[in-house]
């Protein structure tokens, strides 16, 4: 298998396994404490980070480098997204994309640890 099918495998999983809850506001200090996401008989019940920090849970299993990326959308508002070699998990895309084919504004990115220092781009 591929590194891309492996990915498309994960965000596949992910997204089978989650419920978007758009009252469940971004919470960009609990992405910062990687805080494990929240699962209710199975399903990851919640919002954008939670679906990013389950991506990244998986990808870590898999022995897969990852980074949190705090951006802001194309429609100005803030998001939280998983950029792995380049490619990019993202709760409001049906599968990866690529990092630069996003209209997003990056801001930070996280360490591929929890205990590296996030990067402030802007």
């Known amino acids: 298998m591929s590194l891309r099918d492996a990915l498309n495998e994960i965000h596949t999983s992910v997204r089978a396994r989650f419920s978007l809850d758009d009252a469940c506001p971004y919470h960009f200090e609990r992405v910062r404490a990687w805080q494990e996401p929240e699962f209710l008989d199975g ?7 939670d679906f990013t920090l389950a991506c990244r849970k998986l990808c870590r299993r898999e022995g897969i480098d990852s980074r949190l990326v705090h951006c802001v959308t194309e429609f100005g508002t803030e998001h939280c997204v998983l950029e792995a070699t380049g490619w990019v998990f993202d709760c409001y895309r049906e599968t990866i994309t ?16 929890a205990d590296e220092q996030w990067v402030w781009l802007r």
């Open 98 to 113: 690529p990092a630069h084919s996003l209209p997003y504004t990056w801001l930070a990115l996280s360490g591929y640890s």
């Open 43 to 49: 399903v990851i019940v919640g919002g954008q980070d």
